[in-house]
């Protein structure tokens, strides 16, 4: 049976695609995003799939594969395939059979069932059987406090996910803690999925969000729900203290209760914003064969505090010492923030096994539709390089060829003409090689910030572009994250991290923040023609073209 | 009335009304079938004796009762019963070629309501004669009925009276006087369970133990056990070489209760006896399964997959093809290395290999000579045939049909265009089965094979049902994956209803990320081209292919150009070209500007330097020359040739005879991708061994047509034909045997002159016989 008017079509490869211009794709695209994750939101077809931890999710949340069948069979365009309904009966019913339970006799955990053939299958398994202590009964083995997140993801691995009914530390308490902010519809109800009404299986898990969306105050608002001490991790000090400037801003927290815990801080407070660096700070008289704490004795500030919560910043780059450390205290509540997850050494699985799975999504062109971020146009400008480059470019050992060609001189030229079609507006010229930056400072004048600029300078300079005393401001990849510059409209990236994807949409969001004008947002990248340089934008354009930026492509003579 | 089996065949079918007909040809498939024209049955035969085509006019009564009742024949319907019906039949045989309901009943292990419906299924198929009896085998089935073991009725002739009588005497039975009733008392005694185990008990212990292995290993095929096996290292009837392990073997060949075949040093348990010991030829009756249907992805499939892994194959092997083997086939390497690229397993693309032959789309090109004389070789190469611009012609229903049908009337065997039998019964058993299951749903392959294996236990092993499942998944019949049934658009096909190739929503996406989704029904060729641009990403329903710059270029350097590229992906796509895309395509055509590779389709040779500046000047010719005495061309060389003979000049074929010019196909020439030098709007002439007709719907034409000729057949002008054909045959018959008396009258007067040494004129005619032996002397 077809109905051309449906929107859903459902692939046998556990796929579901979403047509936009279907009247229904609204309705449609709301259940769906109950079970299925959203992978890309092109222009036109949306691609959502379904992943045995969405489904396990959705199980959690109280949904059942009926209502997922209804779903999918009320919406699609072409009969369902049967594998994919028999993928949604099976996972779903997979969900609950082995739980994780408080052990009451040893104050420990236990995992049990009420099938005895498959708790026996999992006390046999090589990775899921070591990490289960004594067999407390017929069905019921005793697992350590600090097994609880290997066993749980040796378990996901297997295709078992538990029920962890074990609970969470409540932490110490962070009492009076009130919003004093609003909270936009979508952080709003990004923060709820999250917390669950304070179920256990809340209280973990992703959020994502464009940049400029606020994921901060999700953040917040995920602190003031569970009402307990909170640890933030995020990318820089500057971020860090953006963190901390909000909190303070935006909550009825004051500066006391607040702290920065950094290369240069060491507060621990009742709400505490640390950096990655400064948790992965390795002792270097330490070797690889001591203890984890050792190595990075800053890692204790997981465990020194009774901490309620961690938030997690930018969670796609959650550094592999972190990754090990949060498997330790799955009974904190934690909460991971991002705007691209997607990690270019490909460990997503991790995220999702150690911080929880994908809450909450949206499609990036949905939240621009309502004013929520700004609407951003997306230029390629291609350079031709001159024939000195060209040779240069044409000897060059393959490996330091995108350094000639990213750092073309002809690129500056491209720049002089869109900072001149850019006056007036507030541009951030992004870049990969010091020279490079130096050398665009230089010819505008502008300060430059990049890793060996000091904090206090970058904040100084930060402050003075977005008071607007700076129109232009140069920055190296340090700002690629956090940084906070609500009113840069316009940003020319002239060079990059090769290929990276997420670098490209983390740039194009310091210029998405919504401006008090309701301006138009504009993002450059500026390429040199047949070289490596246009290979790797490509591919960089690739979460965005997903996202459904759709880039045009000019030739800088035409500027 | 000692009838012959196709006499006794045709009595039959002229007493069967249209509803034994229709019976007798459902129950048999390839019966139906075979009376198709170009049917599996019509290419049998060989070479120039292949039997022609029938016309409507032959497909009469006689045409079936002879394919009936050959021995192939019968086999094959013996190969179309299922296990009970089987099991009933031999067990007819067994007892001399009827058995009686009461006697069934009482001895064989099926309930009454299973016997009833083996018989039916004899009956219907003609294996047995409802008037002479419940279960009577019709003639001719006897010897194609194999026994389950080796029985004294199959080896009649090598036991002696006397050895039947000495086998009595060792069981205590008195031998009566004749042959025949000898055999028929050692065979009851051995069947007997009390003299058979008396017998056992006079055995001494080692020949004792000796027959429980041969009882244990007799249940296992092939049923005889090495002597080897029972210790034995040699056995001989001569009783001069012994061992104890020979002493005991020999008292139990001697008690006639295991048969000893010297030549191949193996022994058996005559059947008899283990008749005797397990009680019965079938202590076990099948029962029939009864399995659960379950929905399968009706989506699947289709002709998408198996057409577009026949292009692949084609475009892979006309950029680099295999070479011919010496023995005249393709290498084994070959096939496998072209697997990957089909995107098939390495059985499939055999498939894809075996069909791509059989449509004649490949075919043997000679590409040069090695050696002189003798030892001239010529270099041979497999490539796309002269039928591939036709088939590319095609649209894609009328390709996936041809090709389904080809599978189902294959596969050949030999060179002369013989089929495969067991393999087509095989292939149409299995079609049959899933056709009848209910739309849209399908059996777990475990189910599948064990349905498939107890209706059709002969002509489908396990193995053989699961290749042929495998076939059908590439085919498209059945989803490449998940329960075994077939599909929306395989039904469709079989009913005469195949898929146009456009769908409602035919069509594709092109979005900004580059990806391409193609939802099902586009049409293969279309498939074809995005797939030498894009990469396919996935095929779960909507195909999904990413345009990718590396592929781009490369079809870019194989003739595709950058605007009729954007033309073909905006033509289809139901939304605006994105920019990106259009740029994509457009650096992707810049990059290999630099320096390009191509290949001239002839080349056009001359001394006299003149008559080639004559012949560059033309313009239709596209010649540019390369040296002072050659210039080459794009065309082929026929075209080249016709463009210049437009203008007055004249050329040779052949370099050899000193022409005044020469023209030679350049080789290894090969159209560019997804061209075909065939004009599009040629008019398309079907080569002989394709069909686009239906499977089930020609089908049903022959049974429609065999039923009206059967029920005609018995009408006064119908008879009256058939009467003057055979006396026509007859004048025939006639005047060849005149021809032959004459003949040998001449050679009796010959001699007579030559014995009384009297002149006598000879001479050499060119036809003496009209008959086998023409042009003989």
Redesign the interface.
Known sequence: V?D?ANPL?????L?V?LEVASAHAGKARERLARFAELE?A????HTYRLTPLSLWNAAVSGLDAGEVAMTLSGFA???V???VLTEVHDQMGRYGRIRLVRDFDSGGLAITSEEAALIEEVSRDKAAGTLLGERLDGNRFAVRLGDRGPLKQALLRLGWPVADEAGYDEGSPLDGVELTAELRSYQAEAASTWWAQGEAFGGNGVVVLPCGAGKTLVGMAAMVASGSHTLIVCTSISAARQWVREILHKTTLNADQVGEYSGERKEIRPVTVATYQILTWADPGASDDHDLGVRFPHLGLFDQHEWGLIVYDEVHLLPAPVFRATARIQSVRRLGLTATLVREDGREGDVFSLIGPKRYDTPWKELEALGWIAPATCTEVRVELSDEERMAYAITDPTARYRVAATSKAKLDALDRLIERHRGDRVLVIGQFLDQLKAVGKRYAAPVVTGQTSTKVREERFEAFRSGELPLLVVSKVANFSIDLPEANVAIQLSGTFGSRQEEAQRLGRVLRPKSDSGQATFYTVVAR?TVD??FA?NR??FL??Q??????VDADAL | VDLSPRQERLGALLGFDAGAIDALLTGHPLLAAALLPGGPFARMGHGAYRKPTLDDAERTVDEVARLISTRAGMALTIATLDQSAYQLAIEARWRGGTIERSQAVAELAATPEQLEEAAAQLARLLVTDPARGWVVLRPGFDEVLPLPGVSMLDRVKALSSDRLATGLRSLRVDPPRTKPERLDALRAALMDKATLEAAIDGLDPPARQMLDVLVARAAEPPGTVPVADLGVPYYSSYRSFRTPATDALRQLADGMLVCIDEYEQTAALWLEVLVGVQGALHPSWPQQPQPVTVPIDRLAGGPTRPLLALEALLEAWAAAAPAVLKTGGIPVRAVRAVAKPLGVSEAAAVTVVQLALELDLLARHTVGVSGRGRNRVEDQVWRPGPHRAVWSSLATADRWTALVQTWLDGPETGSYGQVDLAECAARHLVIDALVAQPEGTGLALADALELLTVRHHIALSATTAARVIDELRVLGLVPPEGPVGLTDAARRLLAGDAPSGAGPAAGWVVQPDHTVMVEPGAEVDALARLGRVAVLESDAGVRIYRLDPARLAAAMAGGEDADGLLAFLAAGSRVPLPEVVEHLVRDAARRPAAATIGTAGSYLSCDDSSMLTKAVAIKAAKLTRIAPSVAVSPLSEAKLAAALASKGIVLTASASASPRAAITGVAGRSAPPGRSDAPATAEVTMPPTWSTRPHLVATAAARIALRDALLSSTQPEVRARREARRKADQDVRLARIRAEMEARRNLVELRADFEGAAAAWMEQTDRLFDGDNAGGR
Request: proline residues 15%; hydrophobic residues 25%.
């Open positions: 077809v051309p079509i459902v692939q046998s490869d796929t695609l890309k092109p222009e036109h077809i365009k072409y009969p395939p049967p594998n047949d246009q290979q490509l354009q690739r073209a997903e459904g930026y759709g880039y045009r492509i």
